[in-house]
């Protein structure tokens, strides 16, 4: 029987020495993550002291999350030796720490870090509910994670074939993130869909196309995230904390 999709080395995309572009894009890309967790942070960022990123790649985003002053001492790690592609500009020397991971077992002690995240991996990960398990154990108060929510009406087997390339094995609709979550024993306080910032549009052609594509798309989630994300992909970011340190059941 023939496979329906080409199955590669996983995250074989990911090792390596990074181009310039590549480097770019991720320094552009860091921008909007970061953006995502201050926001859904609020007031709360205040309170952040230490912070560890899980699939660190470049730092870049731990980099710019320093920069808007979210935390005061910072950790990544990741299972490709983040010294292969660190950026270079204020993220290699203190407070910044960095290693490599078995991808397994988080080598730090519970609640450890007041904010431990993972901005686009658990798409990455063979066991999400077990990664999930290890971010929250690590953390002393919040947990944020952010996936592309590929899984929509205009979805099919090439577009999986072309994600599949780069890592991509779990695939999500808004709902279906928020499901994980939470049945990995996480309570949601704080949920967020997201289109890409105009700079991350326009990386990849010009600005006048980026910003057409991006009026368009982001008129549509304004008027309903529901259909936005039926029709295309978007990125939800989702702020946690353990369940059983939750504070009392809201109305949501």
Same mark, same amino acid.
């Given at each position: 029987?023939?496979?329906? %999709?080409? /199955?590669?080395?996983?995250?074989?995309?990911?090792?390596?020495?990074?181009?310039?572009?590549?480097?770019?894009?991720?320094?552009? @890309?860091?921008?909007?993550?970061?953006?995502? /967790? $201050?926001?859904?942070?609020?007031?709360?960022?205040?309170?952040?002291?230490?912070?560890?990123?899980?699939?660190?790649?470049?730092? $870049?985003?731990?980099? !710019?999350?320093?920069?808007?002053?979210?935390?005061?001492?910072?950790?990544?790690?990741?299972? /490709? *030796?983040?010294?292969? =592609?660190?950026?270079? *500009?204020?993220? $290699?020397?203190?407070?910044?720490?960095?290693?490599?991971?078995?991808?397994?077992?988080?080598? +730090?002690?519970?609640?450890?870090? *007041?904010?431990?995240? $993972?901005?686009?991996?658990?798409?990455? #990960?063979?066991?999400?509910?077990?990664?999930?398990?290890?971010?929250?154990?690590?953390?002393? =108060? +919040?947990?944020?994670?952010?996936?592309?929510?590929?899984?929509?009406? !205009?979805?099919?087997?090439?577009?999986?074939?072309?994600?599949?390339? /780069?890592?991509?094995?779990? %695939?999500?609709?808004?709902?279906?993130?928020?499901?994980?979550?939470?049945?990995?024993? &996480?309570?949601?306080?704080? +949920?967020?869909?997201?289109?890409?910032?105009?700079? #991350?549009?326009? +990386?990849?052609?010009?600005? #006048?196309?980026?910003?057409?594509?991006?009026? #368009?798309?982001?008129? &549509?989630?304004?008027?309903?995230?529901?259909?936005?994300?039926?029709?295309?992909?978007?990125? @939800?970011?989702?702020? @946690?904390? !353990?369940?059983?340190?939750?504070?009392?059941?809201?109305?949501?």
């Amino acid at each position: 029987m023939t496979m329906e %999709f080409s /199955i590669g080395q996983h995250n074989a995309h990911y090792e390596g020495v990074y181009s310039a572009q590549e480097r770019d894009w991720r320094r552009v @890309c860091a921008v909007d993550k970061a953006d995502h /967790i $201050a926001g859904l942070l609020g007031a709360s960022a205040a309170g952040v002291g230490n912070v560890l990123e899980v699939g660190c790649g470049t730092g $870049a985003v731990l980099a !710019r999350l320093s920069a808007i002053g979210i935390g005061r001492d910072f950790t990544g790690i990741d299972v /490709i *030796d983040p010294a292969t =592609n660190l950026e270079t *500009d204020g993220a $290699a020397s203190a407070p910044f720490r960095w290693s490599s991971y078995d991808g397994a077992t988080i080598p +730090f002690a519970d609640g450890s870090f *007041d904010l431990v995240y $993972a901005s686009h991996v658990l798409e990455h #990960v063979p066991e999400p509910r077990a990664f999930l398990h290890e971010l929250a154990r690590v953390a002393r =108060n +919040f947990i944020y994670l952010e996936v592309p929510c590929e899984l929509h009406a !205009r979805t099919n087997r090439r577009a999986l074939q072309s994600t599949l390339d /780069i890592g991509h094995i779990n %695939f999500y609709t808004p709902d279906t993130f928020r499901l994980v979550l939470e049945t990995a024993g &996480l309570d949601v306080v704080g +949920f967020g869909t997201y289109d890409h910032s105009l700079p #991350v549009h326009a +990386f990849h052609s010009s600005r #006048v196309k980026g910003l057409a594509k991006s009026l #368009v798309r982001k008129s &549509l989630l304004s008027v309903s995230p529901e259909l936005a994300t039926r029709l295309a992909t978007y990125h @939800c970011g989702a702020l @946690c904390r !353990r369940a059983e340190a939750a504070p009392p059941p809201r109305d949501r």
